[in-house]
């Protein structure tokens, strides 16, 4: 990390979940995961990826949550109104 000045990025954590937000295959965009075993490396997120620190809860659920076709349907529903 020489190129990355210092306070410009957070460094993610285990339980942490990342998911991009472009790809140069669509298949991948917002295909979430869950950082895991971390154990004390330093890991920064990457150009095109959104990290998401959950303050309450159990993170597996979340993932559980946005891997779930029938939420799609939910977020829909919610466009709409």
Known sequence: ?????????QLLQTGDIVLADASEDYKEIAEPMLMKNINGRKVVPGLHTIAIRL???????????FCHQALDIMFIKLELV
């Open 55 to 65: 303050k309450y809860g159990d993170p597996v659920y979340y993932l559980y949550l």
């Open 1 to 9: 990390m020489p190129n990355i000045e210092s306070g410009n990025f």
